[in-house]
């Protein structure tokens, strides 16, 4: 007799190098990622405040595997998540476009909110496109923190710690934003 009660939703909180982060996910896929946090209650309530998480924790074989890819990324290794399924129902075309677009960037590659939209076919709608960043509901899947502000400026960033972790996640990946360091100006003799 085959089991007909397979696992179909469910979250997971995890505990990496960083901090807690967490998942949860439903019958198609990943619809939520919390970036770190100090505590497991505290991504526990960032999760299950959310509509349509489910309580349950047992996980499929694809969460198993992307938990282990969360650890490494934590950890400073190159991941790839393209391959990751989300499940972004009742999600507006345009976020959706903006989201496609973002999820070609790959580990180290950055592009301005301008390019971004540009790439998605919505020329000129930077600060828009920003605003759906802002939105959007599984950072580091769809890789929101590699989205720059014009000139190289960080731009905005949604998730605890602000731009502070944006530029600490870019950092991770070995692209600087920012001034350069100074310069040595004298030896001192």
Not at 71 to 92: C, E, H, Q, R
Not at 137 to 144: A, E, F, T
């Amino acid at each position: 007799m085959e089991n007909t009660s397979a696992i179909t939703a469910g979250h997971a909180v995890l505990e990496t190098v960083i901090g807690f982060m967490g998942i949860a996910w439903s019958e198609t896929g990943l619809i939520r990622l919390c970036l770190p946090e100090r505590s497991r209650e505290a991504v526990e309530r960032r999760l299950l405040r959310h509509g349509g998480v489910s309580t349950s924790t047992e996980q499929p074989k694809w969460v198993v595997e992307l938990i282990a890819s969360i650890k490494a990324y934590a950890a400073g290794k190159d991941v790839d998540f393209t391959g990751v399924p989300v499940d972004l129902a009742g999600i507006d075309d345009f976020r959706l476009a903006i989201y496609d677009e973002a999820r070609k960037l790959s580990f180290g590659e950055t592009t301005t909110y301008g390019e971004l939209a540009k790439r998605a076919g919505h020329t000129g709608l930077a600060r828009e496109t920003g605003a759906a960043l802002g939105a959007n509901p599984v950072p580091l899947v769809i890789p929101c923190h590699r989205i720059l502000a014009a000139g190289g400026k960080i731009g905005g960033f949604s998730a605890p710690g602000g731009s502070v972790t944006k530029e600490k996640m870019l950092a991770m990946e070995g692209v600087r934003v920012g001034p350069p360091p100074p310069a040595q100006v004298s030896f001192g003799f």
